[in-house]
């Protein structure tokens, strides 16, 4: 069977180099042999858990934001409540069963791109009414409110070694290799938004696809809130250069080049909420909030105990309420 380096190696050969959003789209979302699509990447014994699986507080959390937006909307007939990139689909569970407590009456919609990991959200919201789509672009605008949790950081980057532009070629030994090209124009005005002056050789990670995401996103909601979760910052935070522009993971720990072995590992780069505002009020939503995760949570309520005594969950709880954690939460309203 061939691999999926060895499919990147006769795809550069025949048509020419990559970019890295080239390479980590495929590296990621390949359906045959993409990371999401190679097993538990996910979840409990995966490669990553994010926040929402290590505690019920932060679907508890989410629930509060929904049921908020519904009752400021007047509750009206057909709210719909959408997240994005689901994971193994237990976030939307907890955030399903609190909204019925609630009598937060409303569609569930679930955004999901892998298959496989579609069937994985239907066995954990099996005897619950749900719908599933591909992409947000699928969706009429209906009032609602739409989440998405640690998702935009798997967007795909450009990686740029300013000023040039880091492309992937095939080596002479079959192995994947890094090679520069003047940048798109297009390209670097992504950074220089963010980053007047760029550090000469330095690397940066830019997503373009950011802005037609949260279009579409915005798009969906013909009124109501977005609450976007991730890791990152704004402008200078994220490419100060004290984190790599793009890092990969494996069993929970680092990972190793993200070049070797594409589909094994997950790569990810933080977030540019700087990006990100701009992107939502080109799409007529206003940013309402811009916060850290423990400051978010701490907002509803969620605190934690002594050290003395403390459950598994406690301390799981205690790792979402740490302020050096660089998780940012931006809500946004239309």
Not at 262 to 267: A, K, M, R, T
Not at 272 to 277: I, Y
């Amino acid at each position: 069977m061939t691999s999926l380096r060895e499919r990147l190696v006769g795809r550069i050969r025949a048509d020419g180099p990559l970019t890295f959003a080239q390479y980590m789209e495929a590296a990621l979302f390949d359906e045959a042999a993409g990371f999401y699509a190679r097993g538990p990447g996910i979840g409990q014994g995966g490669h990553f858990a994010t926040a929402a699986m290590a505690h019920p507080a932060f679907a508890a959390a989410v629930v509060a934001e929904a049921a908020a937006t519904w009752e400021g909307l007047g509750r009206p007939a057909g709210f719909r409540v959408t997240e994005v990139g689901p994971g193994t689909g237990g976030l939307a569970r907890r955030v399903a069963d609190g909204l019925a407590a609630r009598g937060v009456g409303c569609e569930l919609v679930l955004v999901e791109r892998s298959a496989g990991l579609a069937a994985r959200q239907r066995e954990a919201l099996a005897g619950l009414r749900a719908r599933w789509v591909r992409h947000p672009g699928e969706l009429a605008p209906a009032p609602g409110f739409l989440y998405a949790n640690e998702v935009l950081d798997a967007l795909p980057v450009r990686l740029l070694a300013w000023p040039d532009e880091v492309l992937i070629e095939a080596g002479s030994d079959g192995r994947l290799v890094e090679a520069r090209a003047p940048a798109d124009p297009a390209v670097q005005r992504l950074l220089l938004d963010s980053l007047p002056e760029p550090r000469a050789g330095a690397r940066y990670a830019v997503r373009p696809a950011l802005g037609p995401l949260v279009q579409a996103l915005a798009g969906s909601v013909a009124a109501g809130r977005l609450l976007l979760v991730d890791y990152g910052g704004t402008g200078a935070e994220v490419h100060d250069g004290r984190r790599p522009p793009v890092r990969t993971y494996i069993g929970g720990q680092p990972g190793g080049d993200p070049l070797q072995a594409p589909g094994s590992q997950d790569i990810t780069a933080d977030v540019d909420f700087g990006q990100l505002e701009r992107a939502a009020g080109a799409a007529g939503v206003a940013t309402e909030r811009l916060e850290p995760q423990a400051e978010w949570l701490a907002r509803h309520g969620v605190a934690v105990g002594p050290a003395e005594g403390r459950t598994e969950a406690d301390w799981a709880l205690a790792g979402l309420l740490d302020e050096r954690l660089p998780f940012v939460v931006w809500t946004g309203r239309r």
